[in-house]
Structure formats: structure tokens, C-alpha cells
């Protein structure tokens, strides 16, 4: 659906290696995180998809199609939520949907654009000039702007960014519908829960570099060495009967409740100790380990 092969780019501003060697291929029906910090090349890499910065080196396919040689063919396929807001701030946003329907050559469009704005919640404001929508509102309507032409693949660079709590998760509501339907989606956020929560795939850039690319549980299993566990007691502990855990790190929590970080691979050791010492334990919870902390992990490294 979309492929990415060998893609390097250098600004001549700053001569910033941006991008060094890239090599994604995107499935169809596929739900797509990138992640990385400030700077990783993020929006450098979903511009040059969406052919509004030039790339130094390699090709990319949409479609099957080269974005070089057949523009206009890559351009149907994908819809691109641009990570800056401001432009065609003249126009409402009625105006600026049948403007960007123009550009496909879309006429008669007027339902499904109606369909847009209200699963936008932007049906009130479909008058409004983009300058006095609110931020959160101008990036709802860069979604439906992107959406017009029913594209197969829709890119998202920060969609959430200022957006409140309530509408993100409108936002997350529409993008699984949206998938379901059939819609190929990669998604760029700082909300590392919004990736865990949607995305079927995580993509991790660090200094313009792939450093993890697996689905998710994969990638959860195989970064997430440590877990916590906590231990529940009938009687109040001390944490000097736990001397014999110290490697794992013993806390007590509300009086009767022993946590301990463990190794995955330590696991069943900690409850040998424990069945050596006789202790009998009531109650069990593993925490399961997040997202957000393996990918700490990995741009820490
Ligand atoms: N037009 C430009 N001219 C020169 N350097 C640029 C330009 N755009 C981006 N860069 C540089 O390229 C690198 C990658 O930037 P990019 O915007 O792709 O990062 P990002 O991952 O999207 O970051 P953020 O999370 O802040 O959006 C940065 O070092 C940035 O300074
Ligand atoms: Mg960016």
C-alpha cells in the first residue's frame, strides 16, 4: 500500500540529516503509530509522503505508484492531517471543504461532506472563517479536509495536539470507525496512550532512524523486561522480612501489600523464595507494562 525504501533527507538549511535511510512498508488495513521525540523526523517523513518536502535519496510508492513520476495518482490515495494549521484563513469552512473537493475534481459531495462535519462536531461551525475556529476545532477540520476525497490512506501528523480530553476521545471513536471501514491510517503523537489505544503497529523514530518497528504486543513483550508485582497479605508486614527479595526491590504498600519490580524471566524464583519462607500470600496483581515505558526505554538507550 505504501512503501518506503532507502529515503534519506538532508535540509540544506542547518545541512540537518533529517532522515537517514529509511525503509517502511505499510500494509493495507493497517493502523500505524510513529513515535519520537521533538526533532526525530516525524513530520519531515510524512511531508515527504505527502510530497510537500523533497527527499535527498531513496523512493516511495503509493499505491504502487511512484510519488516522483505519478503525482496526481498518489495524491487520491492519501489524505494527510498536516502538523501546522495555518493557511486558507479567509475562508469558512464550507468554502475551504469545496475548495479542496475542487482540487479532486469532486462535485455533488455536499452529503458526505455533511456526514464529515458531524462526525467532526463541526456542523455549528461550518460558516465559521478558519481564522476564528479555536485550535482544536481548525485541527477537526483539517481531518475532514483530508477526508474529502475518500482517501485509502489517511496520515496524521499530531492530530491530538491541543485537543481536550473529551474531544480526543471522539477523535479516537471516529479514527476506529474510520478503520474499520477499511481506511489504512499512520498517526503521529506525544500521547503515548493514544498510540497503545488505537494502533496496531508501532513505528519508533529516534535522530531520523527506524529504531523499533513490531506490532505492539510484540514489541511490549519483547522491550519489557521488568513487571511489577504486588503481593497481598492477610497481616501487616515489615520490611525487614523481605531482606531475602532485596534484588527485586521490596516496598510495602498500605501495611499489607509487598511490590517488587521483577525480571520476566525471575518470575517463578520470587515465588519459590516465598514458598521457601512459608509465606502464604492472598492475592496477586501483575502490572502490566506500558507503552510508554518501553518506549522511554528505547530513546533512552
Ligand atoms: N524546513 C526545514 N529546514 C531545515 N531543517 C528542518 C526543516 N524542517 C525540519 N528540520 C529539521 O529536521 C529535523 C526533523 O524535524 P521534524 O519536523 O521532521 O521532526 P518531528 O519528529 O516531526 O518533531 P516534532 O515532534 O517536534 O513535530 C529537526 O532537526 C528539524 O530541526
Ligand atoms: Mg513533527
Redesign the pocket.
Known sequence: MLSISNVSKT?K??N?E?LKNINLDIMEGEFTALL??????????INIMAGNVKKTKGTVKIGGYDIDSNELDTKKIIGIVP?DTGYDFIFTVDEALKKQSGYFGIKDNKEYIDELLEALYLTEKRSARLRDLSGGMRRRFLIAKALVHKPKILIL??PTAGVDVEMRHTLYDFLIKLHESGTTIIL?T?YIEEAEKLCKRIVI?DG?EIVADKPKEELMETFSREIVVEIHFDNELKLDDFDFLKEYQPQIEEKTNLKLKVLRKDFSKVFQKLAGKNMEFTDLIVEKPKLEDIYLNLINH
Not at 36 to 45: H, I, M, P, R, V
Request: aromatic share 4%; proline share 0%; net charge neutral.
Open positions: 535540509y538549511q542547518g540537518k533529517a519520537g521525540q521533538n526533532g526525530a523526523g516525524k513530520s519531515t517523513l502538523q501528523d499530531e503521529t506525544h523514530i531520523g
